[in-house]
């Protein structure tokens, strides 16, 4: 029987890869989101992917949600922690309305999500996490102080989180991507992109969503049971750490 695979965020870009090609790689797949019904709909037709809408800022829709997959699909064997959102402003501007809803939907989203699956995890004595991060959780961005810290968090959960179940068969591991071409990054101007952006990256391009999606189903096999508590940086060498 096929192990079960939840993205959160599983719809739209980065998110929208990682849940096909998880189902190409033979796994069976819920994708998450949070309110852009059309575009859930549309994925769902076009992949056959099951999509469920619920917050991950609240613990109790989280809850609810993956016991709802469960019951439809099976245990949860693998979820990938991919939501974010983004509430850009420099910091000294930056609205308390900025600041949680990208630590609730960014952060806190990674205890609302895991702790209702890691105890089956625990159970079965087999669990994969990838949790989705950025570059700018590990260099920081101007402007990005809330999405910042956020993600800095999400290492910190990984490598505590690998520590505590790496003695019952679960990974926990983290990737950072840097420049990808979504429908957010795509929206920058070419000037912008050209003369600002692409500079920084010494592979001169941006990454591809595909890329971020077979780092994941990677880490995510059977196979790579030794590797846990690893941050993968995804950047085209923009950054090193």
């Known amino acids: 029987m096929a192990r079960v695979a939840v993205v959160s965020g599983g719809s739209r870009g980065i998110g929208a890869a990682i ?31 099951p999509v469920y809408k619920w917050d991950v800022g609240s613990y109790k829709a989280c809850s609810e949600g ?3 997959v469960s019951k439809d699909l099976g245990p949860i064997e693998i979820l990938v922690n991919n939501a974010g959102i983004t509430r850009d402003g420099m910091f000294h501007k930056m609205t308390p309305e900025q600041w949680y809803d990208v630590i609730n939907t960014n952060l806190n989203s990674l205890f609302n999500m895991t702790r209702p699956v890691i105890e089956g995890m625990r159970e079965r004595g087999f669990g994969r996490i990838v949790n989705i991060s950025s570059i700018n959780g590990q260099k920081g961005q101007m402007g990005q102080a809330n999405y910042s810290a956020a993600k800095a968090g999400d290492l910190g959960f990984t490598k505590a989180l690998a520590q505590e179940n790496a003695n019952k068969g679960i990974t926990v591991n983290a990737i950072c991507p840097g420049y990808i071409a979504t429908e957010m990054v795509k929206a920058i101007p070419q000037e912008v992109l050209e003369k600002a952006i692409l500079p920084q990256i010494p592979v001169r391009r941006l990454g591809e969503v595909e890329e971020i999606a077979r780092a994941v189903v990677f880490l995510v096999a059977e196979e790579a049971g030794f590797i846990t508590g690893s941050t993968l940086s995804i950047n085209g060498g923009q950054y090193f750490i």
């Open 19 to 49: 849940s096909k090609a998880l189902k190409a790689s033979g796994y069976q797949v819920a994708a998450t989101y949070a309110g852009n019904d059309e575009a859930a709909t549309k994925f769902k037709d076009e992949t056959g992917i």
């Open 66 to 68: 993956l016991e709802q």
